[in-house]
């Protein structure tokens, strides 16, 4: 059975940072492109940032020079390093594949409040 499992959110101040993890357990990242998405209270889910087997990465601009997308297929697992968070950045956090019609995991809640 595949698992995606992601952790690492939590309540932070403008202008702090949290590191997200997704592990997946019964599939191979190794391969595949991979994306962090974000659901916003009462909106829809969207990307915000990607990563390709190979490494190359891309954000959507309201995320752009402030996260990072990172990988490592000897642990399974993607990252997303959030710095200089904005309220604008609460939402609840999914790691998927980005061509694989996978279920999505429970997410992790980022909250920017002050």
């Known amino acids: 059975q595949v698992q995606l499992v992601e952790s690492g959110g939590g309540l932070v101040q403008p202008g702090g940072s949290l590191r997200l993890s997704c592990v997946a357990s019964?599939?191979?990242?190794?391969?595949?492109?991979l994306g962090w998405y974000r659901q916003a209270p009462g909106q829809q889910r969207v990307l915000a940032a990607t990563?390709?087997?190979?490494?190359?990465?891309n954000y959507v601009d309201s995320v752009k020079g402030r996260f990072t997308i990172s990988r490592d297929n000897a642990k399974n697992t993607v990252y997303l390093q959030m710095n200089s968070l904005k309220p604008e950045d609460t939402a609840v956090y999914y790691c998927?594949?980005?061509?694989?019609?996978?279920?999505w995991g429970q997410g992790t809640q980022v909250t920017v409040s002050s």
């Open positions: 019964g599939t191979r990242f190794s391969g595949n492109d």
């Open positions: 990563i390709t087997s190979g490494g190359t990465t």
């Open positions: 998927n594949f980005l061509f694989i019609n996978q279920a």
